[in-house]
Each structure stands twice: as structure tokens, then as C-alpha cells.
């Protein structure tokens, strides 16, 4: 929860999402914070989306492939592969919510 919570504040400040400075972490309690992150920004991306701050969507849907772009790097099992497909998952759903975006403005 810690690394969920510092890294979703260091997205919503316009920050790099990288490490946490002065606090030792667990390379898997990482992975997994990160993981959980991507679900965050979704909801971000549907709150931006709701007050027609479409291009905060877009902005959101590129950091969450970015992140699981580095993550696919990793071999992840167990638990934290579970992780991994609820982030994928996130993935998925921002990409549909911004392809629906897309189609309705140019519908418009």
C-alpha cells in the first residue's frame, strides 16, 4: 500500500514513477505496489475522464503501458504474477475507455 500510495503521488505531481528515496522496500512488496498502481491511475483516468480532461486520459493510458512495458522485464510467479494480470487488466480497461473517447469525438 505504502509504494501504491507514494508512487500514484509522485504521478499526480507530474513526477518520474521510480524509487522511493530513504526507505528500504522489498523488491517484491515493490513489484507489486507498482502493480497495484496501474489500478489507481485508472480510476484517476476515469475521474479526468469525467470532467472532459480527455487529454489526461491519453496521458494516463501511455504512462500504464509504460509501466507495463518495464514490468514484463521481470519474471514474475505467484503472487506476484497475479499481480501482473490485474495490471495488464488496467491496461485493457484504459485502453477501451480511451478508444471510446476517441470514437465519440469524432462522432461529435
Known amino acids: 500500500e ?3 500510495a507514494a508512487m500514484f503521488h509522485k504521478y499526480i505531481k507530474g513526477k518520474k514513477v ?3 528515496d530513504k526507505v528500504k522496500i522489498k523488491f517484491d512488496s515493490y513489484l507489486g505496489g507498482i502493480c497495484d498502481l496501474t489500478g489507481e491511475m485508472v480510476r484517476y483516468a476515469v475521474n479526468k475522464a469525467s ?3 480527455f487529454d489526461e486520459v ?12 518495464q514490468l514484463a522485464d521481470f519474471d514474475m510467479t505467484g503472487y506476484l504474477r497475479t499481480k501482473y494480470d490485474q495490471a ?3 491496461l485493457r480497461k ?4 480511451n ?3 476517441s470514437i ?3 462522432e461529435k
Open 88 to 90: 495488464k487488466g488496467n
Open 18 to 20: 521510480d524509487k522511493i
Open 94 to 97: 484504459i485502453e477501451q475507455m
Open 99 to 101: 478508444y471510446e473517447i
Open 104 to 106: 465519440r469525438r469524432i
Open 58 to 69: 491519453e496521458k494516463t493510458k501511455e504512462a500504464i503501458n509504460d509501466i507495463i512495458g
Open 2 to 4: 505504502f509504494v501504491e
Open 51 to 53: 470532467k472532459k480532461e
